[in-house]
């Protein structure tokens, strides 16, 4: 059974940093891509970053400059380093893996809160 577990949101002021992870583990196909997606209050889940096997990362212009996504040493984690965070980053952050075999997986987020 595959389970990702997310962890490292919080609260914190404008301007501050956090660190997410995520730890995946019963993916038996190997891990093709990893992201990161936010989904707020009352919108749709959208991508932030995204990192594939050869550590080509990709991030929308909302976020370029200021998060950075990286794989871990573990073979199947991933992590978001959100950095000058804004009040409108505040969100639920949800880990995404993607197999060799085209299955999506995602865990069931962290959530971040920025205050003015």
């Known amino acids: 059974q595959v389970q990702l577990v997310e962890s490292g949101g919080g609260l914190v002021q404008a301007g501050g940093s956090l660190r997410l992870s995520c730890a995946a583990s019963?993916?038996?196909?190997?891990?093709?891509?990893r992201a990161w997606y936010l989904q707020a209050p009352g919108k749709q889940r959208e991508l932030v970053a995204s990192?594939?096997?050869?550590?080509?990362?990709n991030y929308p212009d909302s976020v370029k400059g200021r998060f950075t996504i990286s794989r871990g040493n573990a073979q199947n984690a991933v992590y978001l380093q959100l950095n000058s965070l804004k009040p409108e980053d505040t969100a639920v952050y949800y880990c995404?893996?993607?197999?060799?075999?085209?299955?999506?997986?995602w865990g069931k987020g962290t959530l971040v809160t920025v205050s003015s």
């Open positions: 995404n893996l993607g197999d060799w075999n085209g299955r999506a997986y």
């Open positions: 019963g993916v038996s196909a190997g891990i093709a891509t």
């Open positions: 990192i594939n096997t050869g550590g080509v990362s």
